[in-house]
């Protein structure tokens, strides 16, 4: 059974970082796109970032362009979202998916994997 543990979520200030990690398990996703996406309250799911499946490829969302990076590691299939210069704004539960394609993509449909979900507040 394919699994996607989300971690590293919480509480910051504006302008603080975080460091969010997703763990996949019970298939290897090497081979596939990961992507971020975060829903807040009363508002859709929307694409954050993906990243093809050697890395080579980003690709993000304009609201999060230059202060957030995503990055993968293989050979711990694992994937992160490098937070920075965090807003208000960016207050949502994120959510990783893994797609069943190499290609990274950015519509929720491509995803065929989804965690669970962290909570990542931002006071202003």
């Known amino acids: 059974q394919a699994q996607l543990v989300e971690s590293g979520g919480g509480l910051v200030q504006a302008g603080g970082s975080l460091r969010l990690s997703c763990a996949a398990s019970g298939r290897t996703f090497s081979s596939y796109a990961m992507g971020w996406f975060r829903q807040a309250p009363g508002k859709e799911r929307e694409f954050v970032a993906t990243?093809?499946?050697?890395?080579?490829?980003?690709y993000y969302a304009d609201s999060v362009k230059g202060r957030f990076t995503i990055s993968r590691d293989n050979a711990r299939n694992t994937v992160y979202l490098q937070m920075n210069s965090l807003k208000p704004e960016d207050t949502a539960v994120y959510y990783c998916?893994?797609?069943?394609?190499?290609?990274?993509?950015?519509?929720?449909?491509?995803?065929?994997?989804w965690g669970q979900g962290t909570q990542v507040t931002v006071s202003s």
């Open positions: 998916a893994a797609s069943t394609s190499p290609s990274a993509w950015v519509t929720k449909a491509s995803y065929a994997y």
């Open positions: 990243i093809n499946w050697s890395g080579g490829g980003a």
